[in-house]
């Protein structure tokens, strides 16, 4: 296998994706915790709960899922999909936003989605390495993270302070959540492309 890294479409459109989906979940600690305050009057003890609801998940069924969906065999990239279209509906849930349980539901679905998403991700950047360039693969997969944690605070909060000068109340992070929740679709869109240009892939 003779493929570079620079010159591997497929794996840069697995990047693109995972830049999407890890821009969605870095929500969890720029816009939400404010958006807690703000919109539900959470103080930072309540918020700080409702976050470690996603440690203990994480703790809890991260390793018995990632180890059954492994010997069950199932594509990498369809549980990388699962992940992104999970990122998405979690911002779009947000949009409710009449009953404050509904946090602890987006909280629940973005937390399954970084069960799904991360693990698998990780494991397709470093099986579509050729011998000898893993690190090269992985140093661009990881690159994303940083890049995410920058572009998801910026574009979050740009966008509620953009639209709710704009529009007034919560139409700041109305708009953010339907935003980021696009996001996530259109990794799940870019996902589909990419499992099936794959699939069709000759080495």
Same mark, same amino acid.
């Given at each position: 296998? #003779? +493929?570079?890294? &620079? ?7 697995? %990047?693109?994706? =995972? $830049?999407?989906?890890?821009?969605? @979940?870095?929500?969890?600690f720029s816009t939400l915790p404010i958006? #807690? +305050?703000?919109? &539900? ?7 700080? %709960?409702?976050? =470690? $609801?996603?440690?203990?998940?994480? @703790? ?10 492994? +010997? ?65 693969y992985m140093a661009l997969y990881t ?17 509620v302070s953009h639209w709710g000068n ?38």
């Amino acid at each position: 296998m #003779h +493929r570079n890294v &620079y010159r591997d479409g497929a794996f840069w459109i697995f %990047l693109f994706c =995972s $830049l999407a989906s890890a821009t969605v @979940f870095f929500q969890l600690f720029s816009t939400l915790p404010i958006y #807690h +305050r703000e919109h &539900y009057g959470l103080t930072e003890l309540e918020t700080g %709960l409702l976050m =470690s $609801l996603n440690g203990l998940l994480i @703790f809890a069924l991260e390793m018995p899922i990632v180890g059954y969906l492994e +010997r069950k065999n199932v594509e990498k990239l369809r549980i990388v999909l699962w992940g992104a279209l999970l990122m998405g509906a979690s911002m779009l849930s947000l949009l409710y936003n009449q009953w404050a349980g509904i946090l602890i539901v987006s909280m629940l679905i973005i937390t399954f989605a970084e069960m799904f998403n991360f693990p698998f991700s990780n494991a397709f950047a470093m099986g579509r390495a050729p011998r000898g360039q893993e690190g090269k693969y992985m140093a661009l997969y990881t690159m994303t993270f940083s890049a995410a944690h920058m572009v998801s605070a910026k574009a979050g909060l740009g966008i509620v302070s953009h639209w709710g000068n704009k529009w007034g109340g919560d139409w700041g992070y109305q708009m953010n959540w339907i935003f980021m929740g696009g996001l996530g679709l259109l990794s799940c869109l870019a996902l589909v492309y990419l499992r099936r240009r794959i699939a069709t892939e000759t080495v």
